[in-house]
């Protein structure tokens, strides 16, 4: 099914996860417009930005390398990464695909050989074929990144800000809080106010509203920042005791794969998104402007 001429696929691959008909003519929901987004939205650089190794040098040109977390070396090869000279706590992802993550809390307590294992099958996949065919992974280089163990006083894993930019502005924030412990999830606007609509009943929902970050508005900025140009994009962020610290930046939410709820947000959210015209005689969208 994965290897299916892209169009046919995402028409499968939308009406298995959301029970509707897509219409890549005329896609109107959020997620639509993703699936739209992975067959015709082909500039160059989404290819460097999914990239959790190569979007660093953008971050840095973009807002600076204080938002950048700190790296201690990226491999090629799973027996590359020095687990003996890392320090205590360090975090280890997969630089190509998604949700491949070792946090190590307590490095007397990894398991070395399962660790080993578990490298080798990340760098043996590849992204676009392993989810839904989404196109910015297709040819990124198989990597893996090893980086500096975040924590936040007071909380026992870190809150994630993530900001849904259409036309390189934020309209609203999906925050997700206790993912070690009792993950849940909320939609907030701008100025931190709960909003009446979530991202997957999946998730326990935020039910009234949290502290709002101290650095909230540099987040946003950030977040704009780095989102000038595209349609659409998902810019993440932490906030770890009030220092902004970049995460990545993502073109297709959950793979199209989570509807936002109640169900009439996927069309009100999806009008956010303004889907670039598709030139006369071209097959994909190639180029990148940005204001």
């Not at 491999?75 to 949700?99: G, I, M, R």
């Not at 924590?151 to 925050?175: H, N, P, R, T, W």
């Not at 412990?181 to 939609?187: A, L, R, V, Y």
Request: with cysteine.
């Amino acid at each position: 099914m994965r290897f299916l001429p892209p169009k046919m696929y995402v028409k499968i691959h939308y009406e298995y996860f959301s029970g509707k008909k897509l219409d890549l003519d005329n896609p109107e929901d959020f997620n639509a417009k993703i699936e739209w987004y992975k067959v015709f939205y082909r500039p160059k650089i989404l290819n460097k930005l999914v990239d959790k190794y190569e979007v660093r040098s953008y971050v840095k040109e973009k807002i600076g390398a204080q938002y950048l977390n700190e790296v201690y070396g990226v491999y090629e090869k799973a027996e590359d990464v020095p687990l003996d000279k890392l320090p205590n706590q360090f975090v280890v992802k997969a630089t190509h695909t998604s949700s491949h993550n070792l946090i190590v809390s307590n490095k007397s307590k990894l398991n070395k050989d399962k660790a080993l294992k578990k490298f080798k099958k990340w760098l043996s996949k590849n992204q676009y074929y392993r989810i839904g065919q989404e196109w910015a992974y297709k040819d990124v280089q198989p990597r893996l990144i090893t980086e500096k163990f975040l924590k936040e006083e007071g909380k026992q894993s870190l809150v994630d800000y993530k900001f849904y930019c259409f036309d390189g502005k934020a309209k609203f924030i999906d925050v997700h809080i206790d993912r070690d412990e009792d993950h849940k999830q909320g939609c907030f606007d701008l100025g931190y106010k709960l909003l009446p609509f979530g991202k997957s009943k999946n998730y326990k929902s935020i039910s009234s509203g949290i502290e709002k970050p101290s650095n909230l508005d540099e987040m946003v900025s950030c977040a704009e920042a780095l989102a000038d140009g595209f349609p659409f994009v998902r810019v993440d962020f932490y906030s770890v005791n009030g220092k902004t610290i970049f995460g990545e930046m993502t073109f297709y939410p959950s793979d199209a794969r989570k509807d936002f709820y109640p169900e009439e947000y996927n069309k009100i959210i999806g009008d956010y998104f303004k889907l670039p015209p598709l030139k006369k005689g071209n097959k994909t969208i190639t180029e990148f402007k940005q204001s």
